[in-house]
């Protein structure tokens, strides 16, 4: 089982549509969690990082994380095409810095 | 500015053959990482460095993969005798220092692929 567990879809969503995407983890040391967008043939970009349990808002997205399930998620709202991309969620020991990335979701918004 | 930097972006070799792949970080960033990522897998962790030295290679599938940072700027990613299996793209990415922030910024990628 790997660390990082996240459906790799693919998901395909109307413009306008309330996206939900998410991980699980097995390893609890886990402290701080990601969300990077990929478009294609390019490198990841951060969405959004947060430590603690709870809720991050930015814009459109929020990412939610519970440590006591080992779930994180990311929400987007009024999604656009611009958004179709692949997401990745991704995570870090504390005092280590490496990321563990999970498998990736592409997502497809249509017009 | 300018962002994380690799190259090339694409590159073929035949099985057997060596590869040298470049990553130039974004100026004043002290740790440097290499990532690979198998088509349609998320990134995989393959080596850290802080500055010149490389503080974990954990990530390294095989004694053919080498990496190296001389002068705590541009690294270099090299696969000896390189097999199919090492087809991928190798990410780069660097972080400022701890005090001003941990994203890693992540550069465009270098597409391998092994015949």
Known sequence: ?111 | GAGVSQSPRYKVAKRGQDVALRCDPISGHVSLFWYQQALGQGPEFLTYFQNEAQLDKSGLPSDRFFAERPEGSVSTLKIQRTQQEDSAVYLCASSPPRRVGYEQYFGPGTRLTVT
């Open chain 1, 1 to 111: 089982q790997k660390e990082v567990e996240q459906d790799p879809g693919p998901l395909s969503v109307p413009e306008g549509a309330i996206v939900s995407l998410n991980c699980t983890y097995s390893n609890s040391a886990f402290q701080y969690f990601m969300w990077y967008r990929q478009y294609s043939r390019k490198g990841p970009e951060l969405l959004m990082y947060t430590y603690s349990s709870g809720n991050k808002e930015d814009g459109r997205f929020t990412a939610q994380v519970d440590k006591s399930s080992k779930y994180i998620s990311l929400f987007i709202r009024d999604s656009q095409p611009s958004d179709s991309a692949t997401y990745l969620c991704a995570m870090r020991q504390g005092g280590s810095e490496k990321l563990v990335f999970g498998k990736g979701t592409k997502l497809t918004v249509n017009p």
